[in-house]
């Protein structure tokens, strides 16, 4: 971990987790970004190159479908989702698979979409999601052939905590894929001060980097097979989302508001060269 104390703040709960996206899912859910909406997806987006024109909304599912091409899931076969979100990425990873999926979470609010999701589909039978806090899952030994994070990590304090009670729940030998934003390299000045207020707006206790992520899961009994830093791929979508909040009215009590509608920090974040984001795929001992 970074030794730039300016970098840490105060260590967020779970309930703080939750609050934030008990208050941000509205936006998400429903605001329209490059003309398509972004129904839900409260991760970044992966382009190809400079060229690929996808929008912000087909490109958040192509980082899905990534994390689901890792994940090499069969039929019948059951997976977690630590940080469900509303629910699209296990739906879509469920309906391309045939798998089994529990996704959980602390926000009540993005439960209950979830839920309202898999009942609209064909999938409910095979979809479910519940409360849970990735330091205490509710799930016996060896209980899934899989599972995933996607952006679950930056906000959790103790990581290897975390990162050993997905390992107990997984089966020896299967894949656990982590998505991430990533500190490449230790920040100092005005640039620690903008990721600590990203760090603040976000209920990040710190941002991962390469070296604790590794021994955290090394730690937790999991062997990395894959690790990549995908941050270019996924720049845009800080001004993509950044796009999306000037259109929102925000509360007159809003905490989040000088960040992601008064200063427009999230673009300032997202453009800088110390920030990446982890692609890592893991195994079970």
Do not use: K
Request: aromatic share 6%.
């Amino acid at each position: 971990m970074t030794n730039d104390p300016s970098v840490h703040h105060t260590v967020p709960s779970s309930l703080g987790v939750g609050r934030l996206y008990d208050e941000q899912t509205e936006i998400v859910q429903t605001e329209i970004v490059d003309g398509a909406a972004v129904d839900g997806n409260i991760h970044v987006g992966y382009w190809d190159s400079a060229t690929d024109d996808r929008s912000l909304n087909q490109a958040t599912d192509r980082l899905t479908d990534l994390v689901a091409g890792r994940l090499a899931a069969a039929p019948g076969q059951r997976l977690l989702d630590v940080g469900c979100g509303t629910g699209r990425p296990a739906l879509r990873i469920a309906r391309a698979t045939g798998a089994r999926v529990s996704g959980i979470s602390v926000s009540n609010q993005d439960i209950d979409l979830a839920r309202t999701r898999a009942d609209a589909t064909a999938l409910a039978d095979r979809v479910d999601f519940r409360y849970a806090d990735a330091c205490a899952l509710p799930f016996d030994v060896a209980s899934f052939d899989g599972a995933w994070a996607i952006e679950s990590m930056m906000h959790i304090s103790d990581r290897t905590i975390a990162l050993t009670e997905i390992a107990r729940t997984l089966r020896p030998g299967s894949p656990l894929v982590i998505t991430d934003v990533l500190l490449r390299s230790p920040v100092t000045g005005d640039t620690a001060d903008l990721v600590r207020q990203t760090c603040r707006a976000f209920q990040s206790p710190s941002l991962p980097e390469p070296a604790e992520l590794r021994t955290s899961l090394d730690r937790a009994g999991l062997e990395v097979v894959e690790f990549h830093d995908i941050g270019e791929h996924v720049r845009r979508t800080y001004q993509a989302f950044a796009d999306a909040f000037d259109d929102v009215a925000p509360s007159v009590d809003d905490p989040h508001y000088e960040f992601f509608h008064s200063t427009r920090s999230l673009p300032r974040f997202g453009a800088l060269p110390q920030i990446g984001y982890a692609f890592l795929v893991a195994r079970r001992r």
